[in-house]
């Protein structure tokens, strides 16, 4: 137990912070901090997993939290029938034509000798098949976006339960991370930072400006819900009740009926977001408990014993007879299948796909600090970094304000300085981040809660 | 005459801009580069950095404009790159001083020191975020062309016409000069030479008396120079918004790979090929086939390989096809 007493203390703490901004801000704001922490802290695991247990430098997280927000799109909003009738061949056609050229040039690249020839054909196969996808898909693609291009100008998706997209976005990052990692996993660290860092981008972009696959920077808005819906839930007879129960003592104390019914109201509509909110917390939480069972059990276990030795010494575990370059891009796939499930789990609890809104400062900078800060090799230290961070991001706006109406105080309103200050109190946020992580970087390089070798 | 101007439609909406901005991503490519030889890791803050000079740059542009000075018919930016690179060589300093020295005397793995350059990119966009804010803002006074389209078609009696913007031509000419200098100096003087020869060996540049720490304060010197030169040349060109600059390090990072990473020519060579890319490939040829083609088969289409909403997956993807069939570069760079 002693072991872990630090732990709990750091989380304590943690939850004391949110439990703050519950009672100084608002219980509805806490707990939108809190189902983003939890979000955060899968990611943080997808990343600890790939970068604590192998060693293993990801810059793309942002491009497999998008292909996860994407997944959810494409499996849970609802066909969108005259679409597939207008332009549904095209494009099928042109995946048939990508297909066809993958399988070619594996072909090429397995039946004949490396030479200049081979280079040139394959060239020019694949420009050849740019142009024919482009000849087959252009008038599928105008044809859908023309399809009600205000709320729909795309294909929708399959119409499922939304929960289904979680496990398809985490399978679909995980394809990505296949391919992926069979592209750049041989290169040194920083490369493989920068490779990853662009190919993420590549796949944002094609996201954003691909509008019949999900309607691109047009976003697609009021997803479904594996939760039920503030209005509904206003309506139902039992959740009224419960309130109006809970609440029962405030309610006598007013006197005319007229009143006891608006007050009643506005609190059944306070509660009730907040009811849907600790839902989706409910959701988030067990997915985050069953990762860390999960994952803290592989740590553990040989596999997660073979890891630690690869990345401590490649070649020995090479010499030992592990096969390292499997091994990488198991982990690869691992890590990335879970960020993907992470963003699946955001856009779900956004409702909305919005690809414009997918920067690599937010996506996959702020995911690594999250890592670094919290203990790399640590499950339970990544998860509080996770938290602790987006704490700070949130939160550090308001802070800043505060700080900076304590310092100038003694300035005047219309001080140029104070009101600069005041108008960038947002971007606070980047220096206080930046600060922290290089001062973790300094003074503990292993994190807040550093990774822990149990001998066995 | 048709392809006459069939040539002249391409050389100005292609050759042209496409050297232009060739020379900007140079500029940067090759202080990626330089950073990457002598203190060996990859600056994640590149962008911010360059960003952060252009705002000096930029803040001394209104500045000098309030109190009447200026160049004339050229940009008063111009007049105010020194201070801005006095000011970006401090910043640097400063943040070699606190933040690098630490890893590099320590000899921390590069990964640690791309994960501290991070920590620097976030520090650097909240100062430049803080003090000069997010919006876009255009700092490009004086003469706006140097040669109008229309004056073009009056001059030769061409149907089409050459526009060359004065800040194109500003920045291809400051470019090579700026370039020619840096090369003259890494080949010719001593100085230069001890930087390269640090840069293959450092435990050999050591024993044959090479001041480390004269060395890491003169790369620190190129590299604000060349940040600030190519920010302020950008910001010129286009506009200066801090958020587009941290976007452009990606292609900036794909010249300096593509061209090899730790060649300075390769970098300069990198930036055009990565510019000339991405122009080419997303450019519309439909006015360029029509003055080539007898009209009967003048094409309906737009003739476009990808849409211009694609330009830096170009260059993404050229950086890693080159990664996969010769990772160390066109010019041979370090190895990887």
Not at chain 1, 316 to 341: P, Q, T, Y
Not at chain 1, 412 to 436: C, Q
Not at chain 2, 92 to 108: A, C, E, G, P
Not at chain 2, 268 to 286: D, H
Request: charged content about 15%; aromatic content about 12%.
């Amino acid at each position: 137990m002693r072991n872990y007493e630090n732990v709990i203390y750091a989380y304590i703490i943690m939850l004391l912070l949110i439990i703050c901004v519950g009672l100084f801000q608002s219980w509805s704001i806490a707990l939108t901090i809190l189902n983003y922490c939890l979000i955060s802290a899968v990611m943080t695991i997808g990343a600890n997993i790939q970068w604590g247990y192998a060693g293993l430098i990801n810059f793309g997280i942002m491009g497999y939290t998008a292909l996860g927000g994407l997944a959810v799109v494409l499996v849970s909003v609802d066909p969108v029938k005259k679409a597939w009738q207008v332009g549904g061949l095209n494009i099928l056609g042109s995946i048939w034509i990508i297909v066809a050229i993958v399988f070619i040039t594996r072909f090429i690249l397995k039946r004949f000798e490396k030479s200049l020839i081979r280079n040139y054909s394959i060239a020019f196969l694949i420009i050849a098949g740019v142009i024919l996808i482009r000849v087959t898909a252009t008038p599928g693609i105008e044809a859908i976006e023309s399809v009600d291009p205000a709320v729909s100008g795309f294909l929708g998706g399959m119409g499922l339960p939304v929960l289904m997209s979680w496990i398809i976005g985490a399978l679909l990052a995980g394809a990505l991370a296949f391919i992926v990692g069979k592209i750049a996993l041989g290169l040194r660290a920083d490369y493989l930072a920068i490779a990853t860092l662009l190919i993420a981008e590549i796949i944002v972009s094609i996201i954003k400006h691909e509008e019949w696959l999900a309607r691109g920077v047009k976003n697609v808005i009021g997803l479904k819900r594996p939760a039920p819906y503030e209005v509904e839930l206003q309506k139902t007879q039992w959740f009224r009740d419960f309130i109006e129960k809970i609440y029962s003592n405030k309610l006598e104390l007013i006197n005319t009926i007229a009143q006891k019914k608006i007050v009643l109201n506005q609190l059944i509509i306070d509660a009730s977001s907040i009811f849907v909110k600790l839902c989706f917390t409910s959701l988030f939480l067990s997915v985050v408990i069953i990762l860390l069972i999960v994952t803290q059990k592989a740590l553990y276990s040989p596999w997660g014993r073979k890891m630690r030795a690869i990345r401590d010494n490649e070649e020995a575990a090479s010499a030992m007879g592990k096969n390292i370059v499997k091994e990488h891009l198991f982990i690869f796939i691992l890590g990335s299948a879970i960020v993907g499930l992470a963003g699946a789990m955001m856009v779900t609890n956004d409702g909305l796909f919005t690809p414009g809104s997918y920067r690599p400062m937010r996506y996959t900078f702020v995911i690594w600090v999250m890592v670094i800060v919290g203990g790399t090799g640590n499950n339970f230290g990544a998860i509080l970094g996770g938290f602790v961070v987006w704490f700070l991001w949130v939160e550090a706006a308001p802070i800043s304000l505060f700080l900076i109406d304590l310092f100038t105080a003694h300035l005047p309103e219309t001080n140029m300085i104070r009101s600069h200050l005041v108008e960038s109190a947002p971007y606070f946020r980047f220096l206080l981040i930046g600060i922290g992580l290089l001062l973790i970087m300094r003074y503990r390089p292993q994190g807040i809660i550093p990774e822990k070798i149990i001998k066995q | 005459m048709d392809f006459l101007n069939a040539i002249i439609v391409l050389f100005n909406f292609t050759v042209i801009p496409a050297l232009a901005y060739g020379s900007q991503l140079a500029l940067g490519a090759i202080f990626v580069t330089l950073i990457y030889a002598v203190l060996r890791f990859a600056n994640f803050a590149t962008g911010d950095m360059m960003s952060f000079g252009t705002m000096f740059a930029v803040i001394l542009t209104y500045y000098f404009q309030s109190l009447g000075f200026g160049l004339g018919f050229l940009p008063t930016a111009l007049l105010t790159i020194p201070f801005a690179i006095l000011m970006m060589i401090l910043y640097m300093l400063i943040i070699d001083k606190f933040v690098f020295s630490y890893y590099r005397i320590k000899k921390s793995p590069p990964v640690q020191f791309a994960m501290v350059s991070v920590g620097v990119m976030f520090v650097t966009q909240a100062l430049i975020r803080i003090i000069i804010g997010p919006s876009d803002r255009r700092f490009l006074d004086g003469e706006k062309f140097i040669i109008k389209a229309t004056e073009f078609k009056e001059m030769t009696g061409l149907a089409e016409g050459i526009t060359l913007k004065s800040t194109q031509a500003i920045t291809i000419i400051v470019t090579l000069v700026v370039v020619s200098i840096m090369f003259w100096f890494l080949n010719r003087t001593k100085t230069g030479t001890s930087m390269r020869a640090y840069s293959d060996n450092e435990d050999l540049a050591l024993l044959s008396g090479i001041d480390p720490k004269r060395v890491v304060l003169i790369t620190w010197v190129i590299a604000g120079i060349l940040a600030t030169i190519g920010g302020v040349l950008y910001g010129l060109d286009k506009s200066y918004r801090p958020f587009v600059y941290f976007n452009n390090m990606l292609p900036i990072f794909a010249a300096a790979i593509v061209g090899g990473i730790g060649n300075p020519y390769g970098a300069f060579f990198g930036g055009y090929v990565i510019a000339f890319a991405e122009i080419l490939l997303t450019y519309s040829y439909k006015k360029f086939v029509a003055y080539l083609l007898p009209s009967s088969l003048e094409p309906n289409s737009l003739m476009q390989l990808l849409s211009t909403d694609y330009k830096f997956v170009v260059s993404f993807s050229i950086l890693v096809i080159v990664l996969l069939i010769r990772p160390s570069g066109i010019f041979k760079g370090k190895t990887i």
